[in-house]
């Protein structure tokens, strides 16, 4: 299974501020919908292998940790992919893993915990970052994690912390905008049939 997670520290951790529609406002929602676009989303189809987390950071009550598989009875298409956030987000309750749709979930998860989760599962978690190894040449199990920010990256505090038990990976030489990053990192793994 491929995990991706996406985080931001302005994404809005509430339906009620993507309800007007602008997505700018709303932290920057625009730029998590067209990653997760990239993650699931193929031409007649969607990738059943992959899990999106979504941690964000925004007022009014972060974090929030939104989750999602694609199972057959999702009903999603990619111009209804901000809608489900904001239906994902309304159904917020406090204390508990909320599954608002088949393989959709929400809870309150901060970043690191979210990591440490994983890496607790024997995920195999790699941070996206233009300074590490190249991608084409590390050693990725197929049960894996890529960790990547929005357009004002990571948080140097964990940035720096998982930079001791995780490996940065690069996707090339060029900064890519978060959703071209995980298509490349897609592509990577498809080559390679993981």
């Given amino acids: 299974m491929r995990h991706f997670v996406y985080f931001s520290s302005t994404a809005a951790t509430s339906g009620k501020a993507l309800s007007d529609g602008n997505l700018m406002k709303a932290g920057r929602i625009d730029i998590a919908i067209h990653s997760l676009i990239q993650g699931v989303f193929l031409s007649h189809g969607f990738r059943k292998d992959v899990t999106f987390h979504f941690i964000f950071y925004g007022m009014p009550d972060p974090p929030k940790h939104i989750e999602i598989t694609v199972k057959d009875e999702l009903d999603i298409s990619k111009k209804d992919v901000g809608n489900l956030i904001k239906k994902i987000l309304y159904k917020y309750k406090p204390g508990e893993k909320t599954e608002v749709f088949p393989g959709c979930f929400i809870e309150k998860k901060s970043l690191l915990n979210m990591v440490e989760e994983l890496l607790g599962k024997g995920i195999g978690c790699f941070i ?21 920010g929005d357009h004002d990256g990571l948080p140097k505090k964990e940035m720096k912390r998982f930079k001791k038990s ?17 298509a490349v990192v897609n592509n990577e793994l498809d080559y390679r049939g993981i």
Wanted: aromatic share 8%; net charge negative.
């Fill in 128 to 148: 996206l970052d233009k300074d590490g190894e190249s991608i084409r040449s590390a050693k990725i199990p197929e049960d894996c994690c890529f960790i990547l």
């Fill in 166 to 182: 995780i490996t940065p990976v690069s996707v090339g030489p060029k900064m890519y905008f978060a959703s071209q990053t995980v």
